[in-house]
């Protein structure tokens, strides 16, 4: 496996360690925003189920957002011509839920727990509210970037923290008021986007530094976390990271440019193709440029890295392999054929010749044996060179990086063609 630790030393790289601290922090904090995220859906259905006399399994999945949400809505509402294009259609019209009012009761339970009273539904599915309570956690998330996020995982450091910063309900986690404008969780947030908006993936180790010792701090949160195993281990990785002293894989690095090339996703969704390009949308293009040619530039630095351990493994497998027929140079294997049997041959025709005392069949069995053995000797099948494990695993850390590569040049890619849209139109 190719240690990256040294290469990450340098200044340029200080970008990579702090997306490698909020991967972490986000690992650990996304397992309990989940769970709290599914007992807030158990007791949105348990209220109403007891309140409405439901059985205990009654659910409900045809409701629509546009059949719980009424008519100008902010930020969901857009009319054309005194019409609504959110509710546009006569089944998209604003109603009461079927199921005796379950949705209706769950969408204000969503409202009520908001810190700010402001749900994002532009993410949300409100047919699955019943069923996946992922939907109800992207109601807590900003508006734009979103909706294919599926699950805890397929999330974002930014979307799991806006969770829990905006669901009243994760205040449980947590010792400090998270009403406090300036609490653990939004400084953490805050400092995220010196990581994701750093067009030149530029951070000085000072600021590095605060990132990471944020982090930190929002672990050590006296009400779980600093009790907590995962939580206790994650800290103790992010002190190795600041002080370089921890082991860094293909697996890191891979995942470090993935999230940031998915960040770059989700910006270019809120750009949203747009008729010109305004200076403030070409400023964030040139931006998103600049960001996708060092993503780049770093993979192919890492890529080179990998293949220079890769030549360097296969020239050791060589070496020890020639060692190894050196050491065998006695044995000329083909199958289960050997010298051995050549001399039998031979042995048995000096026996013939012995007892027939026939020069000619002796010559013709010593022939077949010379030939036998040059045959063995100059044509047997070549040894196949054994791949050890850790060529295979350089081989796999290649496919990866080269697939990440591949994310970076669709990225490029969409970028360009945005940017020859916007000019067309203008």
Known sequence: MTDFKDMLSSSDYNWMKCSFAQRDVKAVLAE?????????????????????????????????????????????????????????????????????????????????????????????????????????????????????A????????????????????CQRRFSEDLNNPMNVCTKARDKSRDVRYAPNLELSDAVRDSIIDTLVDLLNDSRFFRSNQRSVECREKLIKLKANALRVSTTDITTALEDSVQSANQALEVLKKPNSLDAETEITLSNLNNLADNLQSTCTCVKAEIEKNLIEKLYNSETIFFQACLAESATFNSGEISIRFVLYIFLIGSLIFAFSKNIILWCVIVCFAVALYKYIYFYRPARPIQRSPYIIQHEMELRQIEHTAEAVKALQHKLLKLKRNGKQRK
């Open 32 to 148: 309990f925003v989940e769970e709290d995220i599914k007992d807030l859906q158990k007791q949105l259905l348990h209220n109403v189920q007891t309140s409405k006399g439901l059985p205990s399994k009654t659910i409900c999945n045809r409701c629509l957002l546009q059949n719980l949400l009424p008519c100008r809505t902010g930020k969901m509402c857009k009319f054309k011509n005194k019409s609504c294009s959110f509710h546009k259609d006569a089944s998209l019209q604003p109603r009461r839920c079927p199921t005796n009012g379950l949705c209706d009761f769950i969408c204000f339970g969503i409202i009520d727990h908001h810190r700010f009273r402001g749900p994002s539904w532009k993410n949300t599915d409100a047919s699955k509210w019943c069923t996946d309570s992922w939907t109800i956690a992207k109601c807590y998330m900003p508006p734009d970037g979103y909706l294919n």
């Open 150 to 169: 599926k699950s805890a995982e397929e999330t974002d450091f930014n979307g799991v923290l806006s969770v829990i910063i905006n669901c009243i309900y």
